[in-house]
């Protein structure tokens, strides 16, 4: 089994930059891919990125293209979500999981997950 932990959210202006982690235990996070999701206030779940076991391969959802930025490193067990040009549309609970493969994350088929973080940004 694995855990997951999330952090790195908080209050930030809009234009402003967040860089949130997941770290992992209970087994290497390099076992599997992994992805980033959100849910926003009376929204559903929603793909915000996913990465490949060996960190090569990423994917991303098309509202956040060209602004946020998924990396790993495996030696630390970590995952990475780096936020830039935040807006007020981008204030959602940020969330890890872990998938069977970067096509699984896409459809949002994760099967650990993390409890979230809290990412608000004001106008």
């Known amino acids: 089994q694995v855990q997951l932990v999330e952090s790195g959210g908080g209050l930030v202006q809009a234009g402003g930059s967040l860089r949130l982690s997941c770290a992992a235990s209970?087994?290497?996070?390099?076992?599997?891919?992994m992805g980033w999701f959100r849910q926003g206030p009376g929204k559903d779940r929603e793909f915000i990125a996913s990465?490949?076991?060996?960190?090569?391969?990423?994917q991303y959802g098309d509202y956040v293209k060209g602004r946020f930025t998924i990396s790993r490193d495996n030696a630390k067990n970590t995952v990475y979500l780096q936020m830039n040009s935040l807006t007020p549309e981008d204030t959602a609970v940020y969330y890890c999981?872990?998938?069977?493969?970067?096509?699984?994350?896409?459809?949002?088929?994760?099967?650990?997950w993390g409890q979230g973080t809290q990412v608000t940004v004001s106008s």
């Open positions: 999981a872990t998938g069977s493969s970067m096509f699984a994350l896409g459809r949002g088929n994760g099967d650990y």
């Open positions: 209970g087994r290497p996070l390099s076992a599997y891919a």
């Open positions: 990465i490949s076991v060996g960190g090569i391969t990423t």
